[in-house]
């Protein structure tokens, strides 16, 4: 019988497109409303298939603080949010939340 050879899956190898991205951000919000960490290592991916080092050149971070911003364990300062959302290209929009009234 043959050995099965597993890997890791890496989300960030999958995201090709700024719509893919989007769209993989939308389904974290979607996923886990409310929860920063969540959000924000949803974002270290998306950075990561851009390339990190770009993202914090166009953030104006450090790479370092921008892994650690984005690394899940932590949830980052709200600037910090939308500076990383600027330089992937993602906007934040908002919406009415469904009321049962």
Known sequence: MAKT???RYDVAEHL??????????EACFE???GDAAFIAKALGDIARAKGMS???RDAG??????????????SPAFETILKVMGALGIKLHAEAAQTNS
């Not at 497109?17 to 993989?24: D, F, G, H, L, R």
């Not at 971070?61 to 932590?74: F, M, V």
């Open 31 to 33: 996923e886990a409303p």
């Open 5 to 7: 050879i597993t890997t």
């Open 61 to 74: 971070l450090s790479r370092e603080s921008l892994y650690k911003a984005l690394s899940g364990e932590r």
């Open 16 to 25: 090709r497109t700024s719509e893919e991205m989007a769209a993989y951000l």
């Open 54 to 56: 770009q993202v914090a």
